[in-house]
Structures are given as C-alpha cells and as structure tokens.
C-alpha cells in the first residue's frame, strides 16, 4: 500500500508561470511479479496520449525463478526495460527504477493499478499545467467496491487511499527534483510512509505538490484475514518517521493518527491485570482487565459496525482485535529503538 497518508489535497499548491515544455516522462513500476502487474502494463498501453519514454519495470523479488513476464506491455514492449532490485523493498525499487530516468518526469505506478483509457492525455495536461515550483502532480485514485453490500474491513483500508495524499500508487515527480531529494528512504522496507516521507522531502525543499486531474483504479487485491495483523508492522515506520520529521508530520503529511494511544493503552491494561493479580491487588487487577476487556470490545465493533457483518467477517474482526493492540505497541517499541538517532536519508545516484 503504497502506505498512502488521507487528506492533504491541494494544501501546497502554489501560483505561478506555467511550465509548457519538458513534459517528456517515464514510468517506474515496482513489482514482486503478481498477476496484476499484467493488467496494470495493459491499461498503460492503451491508454490515450503521448505514451512514456520509456516503462521501467522493477523486479524486486528476493529470488527470481525466472523472467519476469511483461507481455502485457503489448504496443510498449520496445519501450519497456526490466531492472532488479534484489528483494530490498518498494522504496529501493522505485530508486533502481528512477536512477535510469533521463526524462524531465517520472511517474510511478503501482503493478495493482490500472489507468484509465483517458489517463495519457490527463497526464499531459496535469504536467503542462504544473508551475514552475511544483516538484510533484499526484494522480487521483479511485477504488471500485461492491456496491450491492457492506464492505469489509479490508475494503474499507483500501478504499482509503481515495483520499491519500502523495500517493506512489500514482504520483508524478519532476526527475531532477526526486533525485536532488536523495530519492525514496531505503529504510522504509514496506509499502508504507516511504511515499509521505519523500513528500515532505520534496516540500521542505521548497516545491509544491498537488493533485491532478488524471485517474487511476486501484482494486481491492486478495488477501487472507490476517491481513490487518501484518499491517501492524507499519507502526515501526511511524516511529521512523517521528525521528525523521518531527511529532507534527502527522499533520504536514495529512496522514490519519490511527489508535497506537487506544492500543496502548488496552495493551498496559492487559499486562497490568495478571500482574496486579499475582502480588495481591485483586481490585486493581480487576479494574486492569476490564479496562482491556472494554478497549478490546469498543475496537472490534468499530470494525465490524461498517461491515457486512457475516460470520467470517464478524469471527475476523473478533480475533483480530484481539491481537492488533499489542502487535502494533509492540512494532511501535521496536521501531522506536530501532531508528533512535535515525538522520536524514542521504541516498544519491
């Protein structure tokens, strides 16, 4: 996911003169080599307008068994190069990819998205009509839900990204502006926060970024139903990013707090009461594990109330509950002792 960050919209956009030249882009794809990717090459290829330089298609899985298929590149298969990255994560995947861009643009997608058939044209007008201190156009994602039910948990994660500020699920940037940037923090192994990251990158820099008028789908991709229980593990990368941006870039990256205090919270409640038990503090152990018990049921029904409410949605959101607040205290704590003294990323070509 791509981690995308809610709600920042056009809060950088600035006025100036227009920038009617250079429109020249590439596209970087970073990939595990998942069946999407051949949708996503697909729709590429037949969208409308000026067709990319160049297609930069990342195989960044850890132990290739074979070549990476990109025949759904199809008309841009002349225009279409295979790079890897060794399995080292998106960040350092769309790095590899950009490092070879000798466009004034570069656009990356990920391999779950597929463009709409107007995008090309969209794309050339959002890059025409970027000024001339925009360091970035961001494209806007839309993610097709059943509308005939409720959607899950999952569905609902994903649909966030609707409203994801700076997502690399589609986000332009000027070349020279991301690689005089350093480029994506390596240390971001996930697809998570590493985009907001070299956002706030680019803007501390002093260029704007805003949305643009292009769309893109991005599907809801299978997923077991301990999907949310992994995702904890981006609690870490937050951590990374207090060290690097300060305790506000919450709100400079638009990005959603979550509930890590809730969880905390229910998670010291749950260690406590057996404690508290064992050296006699009957009513505070009491106190403890009712507060966990009330933290965890408030939780799980502000999963499941959204929902389609089936059985084996209900039974996830249960179990998962259970477990989300201490695996995401406990990535958090990691994390935190992990990057302690984290500085600035200095990546270079």
Same mark, same amino acid.
């Given at each position: 996911? #791509?981690?995308?960050?809610?709600?920042?919209?056009?809060?950088?956009?600035?006025?100036?003169?227009?920038?009617?030249?250079?429109?020249?882009?590439?596209?970087? =794809?970073?990939?595990? @080599?998942?069946?999407?990717?051949?949708?996503?090459?697909?729709?590429?290829?037949?969208?409308?307008?000026?067709?990319?330089?160049?297609?930069? =298609?990342?195989?960044?899985?850890?132990?290739?068994?074979?070549?990476?298929? &990109?025949?759904?590149?199809?008309?841009?298969?002349?225009?279409?190069?295979?790079?890897?990255?060794?399995?080292?994560?998106?960040?350092?995947?769309?790095?590899?990819?950009?490092?070879?861009?000798?466009?004034?643009?570069? =656009?990356?997608?990920?391999?779950?998205?597929?463009?709409?058939?107007?995008? %090309?044209?969209?794309?050339? #007008?959002?890059?025409?009509?970027?000024?001339?201190?925009?360091?970035?156009?961001?494209?806007?994602?839309?993610?097709?839900?059943?509308?005939?039910?409720?959607?899950?948990?999952?569905?609902?994660?994903?649909?966030?990204?609707?409203?994801?500020?700076?997502?690399?699920?589609?986000?332009?940037?000027?070349?020279?502006?991301?690689? @005089?940037?350093?480029?994506?923090?390596?240390?971001?192994?996930?697809?998570?926060?590493?985009?907001?990251? &070299?956002?706030?990158?680019?803007?501390?820099? %002093?260029?704007?970024?805003?949305?643009?008028?292009?769309?893109?789908?991005?599907?809801?991709?299978?997923?077991?139903?301990?999907?949310?229980?992994?995702?904890?593990?981006?609690?870490?990368?937050?951590?990374?990013? @207090?060290?690097?941006?300060?305790?506000?870039?919450?709100?400079?990256?638009?990005?959603?707090?979550?509930?890590?205090?809730?969880?905390?919270? &229910?998670?010291?409640?749950?260690?406590?009461?057996?404690?508290?038990?064992?050296?006699?503090?009957?009513?505070?152990?009491?106190?403890?594990?009712?507060?966990?018990? =009330?933290?965890?049921?408030?939780?799980?029904?502000?999963?499941?109330?959204?929902?389609?409410?089936?059985?084996?949605?209900?039974?996830?959101?249960?179990?998962?509950? &259970?477990?989300?607040?201490?695996?995401?205290?406990?990535?958090?704590?990691?994390?935190?002792?992990?990057?302690?003294?984290?500085?600035?990323?200095?990546?270079?070509?």
């Amino acid at each position: 996911m #791509t981690g995308g960050n809610a709600g920042a919209g056009e809060a950088h956009f600035g006025a100036g003169p227009r920038d009617r030249t250079g429109g020249a882009y590439s596209v970087v =794809v970073p990939t595990i @080599g998942r069946p999407c990717l051949a949708h996503c090459l697909r729709a590429l290829a037949t969208a409308d307008g000026p067709s990319p330089h160049e297609v930069l =298609v990342v195989d960044d899985r850890p132990s290739p068994s074979g070549a990476l298929d &990109v025949s759904g590149a199809g008309p841009l298969a002349g225009r279409t190069r295979v790079l890897r990255s060794g399995g080292r994560g998106p960040a350092a995947a769309r790095n590899t990819g950009l490092w070879q861009v000798t466009t004034p643009w570069v =656009v990356f997608l990920d391999d779950d998205v597929r463009v709409l058939p107007d995008w %090309g044209g969209r794309l050339a #007008t959002d890059l025409a009509e970027a000024d001339a201190r925009t360091g970035g156009v961001q494209g806007r994602l839309r993610v097709p839900l059943d509308p005939s039910r409720r959607p899950t948990d999952w569905e609902r994660c994903t649909a966030g990204l609707e409203g994801a500020a700076w997502a690399t699920a589609d986000m332009a940037y000027r070349t020279a502006v991301l690689t @005089g940037a350093g480029g994506f923090d390596e240390r971001f192994r996930r697809a998570f926060r590493e985009d907001a990251d &070299v956002a706030l990158r680019v803007s501390d820099a %002093g260029w704007t970024l805003r949305r643009g008028t292009r769309t893109t789908l991005h599907p809801v991709r299978p997923a077991d139903r301990w999907v949310s229980v992994r995702a904890q593990r981006g609690n870490a990368d937050d951590a990374l990013m @207090g060290h690097l941006h300060g305790s506000d870039w919450w709100t400079r990256a638009g990005a959603p707090r979550g509930r890590l205090r809730r969880h905390l919270a &229910v998670t010291v409640a749950a260690a406590a009461a057996p404690v508290l038990a064992l050296t006699g503090h009957r009513r505070a152990a009491a106190g403890a594990a009712a507060l966990w018990a =009330v933290g965890t049921a408030e939780f799980a029904c502000a999963r499941i109330g959204p929902g389609p409410r089936t059985p084996h949605e209900v039974a996830t959101m249960l179990w998962t509950s &259970v477990v989300i607040p201490p695996l995401a205290s406990a990535h958090r704590v990691a994390g935190t002792a992990r990057h302690r003294g984290a500085t600035a990323w200095r990546g270079a070509v």
